[in-house]
């Protein structure tokens, strides 16, 4: 059957955005987070807005289920925020939750069915020991033929950095390269969960001193990387400081017609494409570092947005590990594959680099509580465009076209949406 | 702010829909099941499609998560249906998620993104002891609150029950005679799961005979639901053959932008209405037997539709429990608050009554693999509005409006679509 081309029947708009500080929060519970995250998100639209105007809610989770015994999350939320009986959806595509969540939200406007809808998301991850958590991201790939195979989240991600650095020459000192990019950008995020690695280096000297134990020889974050006393490897090439960490947190962004946007809004942020794609498990990949959801999301939001990739000026991509990073640019095309890596070491990714990358710290610096990363990406763009980023703010005066690509589970999801501030 | 009146951009039409068989499968997996369903659904369009033409899938899952320690099932099978790399989104709202699944289908063709996109549900429980799928079920309710107290699903729909007959004068009686009429539709549908009261009666009567055991003295199905070696206690008022089973299966619709319905089918079934609605736990409800988040989607779909209760012609209701459908038929207005149990009683709601309900069996005898389930009852208005029902048609010249209720947890989401044969 021949198809007309597909195009969203009405624009959406991002009014507000909220989160909550990412990190670890004994005290709190999925609720909790999220309440802080809606009312930042609430509170954020410059022309007011009741939350009561809110006519939806879309939450990302990748599993309450296996992490707090809680399924059935959203009508929880939509109460704990007070807009029920209001419809609640929750959306699961493993770490691709929130943008996945967000997307359905921009579905139901653009189908003219609501005006004003919530797009959140959330993961309460701390409460069970990392070896437990590591098995629950675990679900997220295809139990049946990658579990079998014994495969944990570092594995996957380390298998395709031994093949991008086989194929390309790369080393671990690329991945260190990115690992700092992102914790400096995430020393200038209130919201992040850890500091830059310099900073972390010396805590750990002041530490050794303290206790008078023989100072290590770290002139600088590279050196503190290349120890594997400081860093030690997780699963090869991979060492703990080119893993995300395990977090908590809540992000929350209001989503409104474009015809209706500047009624809230004095600064709203559009849009312009969104794309998404799936894949089966790692044994159906042509080459390992390459992902055809990827692909498949960044062509659709592209072509909807009537843009190229040369044309993004800055973008929050799915850094769950730092070679994910790399093969992230090079599957949004900002980069060709295999130069990913040389472009994050010559600085082209860096807050002042021509290509700003994972502003906001991105998951290895600002926290990944998985369910809540697709909608964080989306609010640091947001900041960005409308320039309120603060000390991490891209100095380019005519900062326009931003991107997010949220990738979940062994590459089995990715999201891909593009946002322009006019 | 003021909203304009909202309404779906783009009408929406079933023209294909496929289920597996719903039982008891220990060889098969969500995947298996759900190739089956999709293969029948595709295979169902009068005209002719490729499974290559569907742009997008959405799946209703409750929680393979914690039933077969899968999570990130949407991809999965995209993968086995051979769509990847095209967007699937697992959509999960308890046992209302299939119908969810359903709704995020019908707002993405709404919104001009897609034109055929398929809507599916998968469960496969039956592999854990019954305990276990009680206690994964439970997680369904807000563990917080609901879970503290030591609330399983049997227990909530007690309490339902408990708070109708103390308010309203009804009795077990009513009960037995909604199971009676789910268990005769039932045995008329081949893809069902259990079969008439009476054959099962038939069949330990003859168990009873061969083992050379005393013969109970059960003259029909009243009898048998009375005696409660057949039909124990699980939680007062109810007991065993007012619960709907735990079951493996799947189900699958194609779904296509109004203005091509008739390219693909001959006979297409219009989606009119679509609602959704959500409610905070137990404690929030102002009568335990009055459910807001139906109450809400309700409305919602009515609205959209411009038809009133007394319009529709047949409904499939969740009656995950027997007290769940006589509610469920107050909440959707057939019946006033309290008259729900007479109107069972009085045969209204039979096969050949005026208002039938769930004539594919329901939940209690078809089965109910949870988010497969909301999926399921439109496969049934879909066939019925057809004619094509076979042995359980609907006996009416004129059938015309069909209507599918779904509910998820303790009453946290509720989802109604109203469908149409023109």
Not at 184 to 197: C, D, H, V, Y
Not at 228 to 250: E, M, Q, T, Y
Request: with cysteine; aromatic share 6%.
């Amino acid at each position: 059957m021949k198809m007309r081309k597909s195009k969203l029947g009405r624009g959406v708009a991002v009014v507000g955005a909220g989160m909550s500080r990412f990190g670890s929060f004994p005290d709190k519970t999925s609720r909790d987070l999220f309440v802080e995250a809606f009312s930042e998100a609430v509170g954020s639209v410059e022309r007011g807005m009741e939350a009561r105007d809110i006519q939806a809610i879309y939450v990302g989770n990748y599993s309450s289920d296996l992490l707090e015994g809680q399924g059935h999350l959203a009508p929880i939320m939509a109460d704990w925020v007070g807009l029920a009986p209001k419809p609640a959806t929750r959306v699961e595509c493993a770490c691709a939750s929130g943008a996945v969540a967000l997307r359905q939200a921009i579905l139901a406007i653009a189908s003219g069915l609501y005006d004003i809808v919530l797009a959140g998301g959330v993961e309460k991850m701390t409460n069970l020991p990392t070896e437990k958590v590591t098995d629950v991201l675990a679900t997220a790939s295809d139990t049946l033929y990658e579990g079998t195979a014994g495969i944990t989240f570092p594995g996957v991600f380390a298998i395709t950095a031994s093949a991008y650095f086989a194929r390309f020459g790369a080393t671990q000192e690329h991945l260190m390269k990115v690992a700092i990019k992102n914790h400096n950008n995430g020393a200038l995020n209130p919201k992040a969960q850890f500091g830059s690695i310099a900073e972390i280096m010396k805590r750990r000297l002041e530490r050794a001193k303290q206790k008078g134990e023989p100072l290590p020889a770290w002139r600088d974050e590279m050196d503190f990387l290349r120890d594997p006393r400081a860093n030690p490897v997780v699963a090869w090439p991979l060492r703990l400081f080119d893993c995300s960490p395990i977090s908590d947190g809540a992000a929350c962004l209001v989503l409104v017609a474009e015809d209706l946007a500047k009624n809230l809004s004095d600064s709203p942020v559009y849009v312009i494409g969104t794309g998404q794609g799936s894949a089966g498990a790692l044994h159906t990949r042509q080459e390992l570092y390459v992902s055809p959801a990827a692909r498949a999301a960044a062509k659709e939001a592209y072509e909807m947005a009537g843009v190229k990739p040369e044309d993004i000026h800055l973008a929050e991509v799915h850094d769950c590990f730092t070679i994910a990073e790399i093969t992230a640019t090079e599957d949004l095309g900002f980069f060709e594959v295999g130069k990913g890596a040389k472009a994050a070491e010559e600085g082209v990714t860096a807050l002042k680099g021509t290509r700003p990358i994972n502003t906001s710290g991105g998951l290895k610096s600002k926290g990944h509580p998985v369910g809540a990363t697709g909608i964080a990406q989306v609010m640091e763009i947001w900041h960005q465009l409308r320039g309120e980023a603060g000390q991490r703010q891209v100095p380019r005066k005519d900062l326009r076209l931003g991107l997010t690509h949220n990738l979940g589970g062994t590459g089995g999801t990715c999201v891909v949406h593009i946002f322009e501030r006019r």
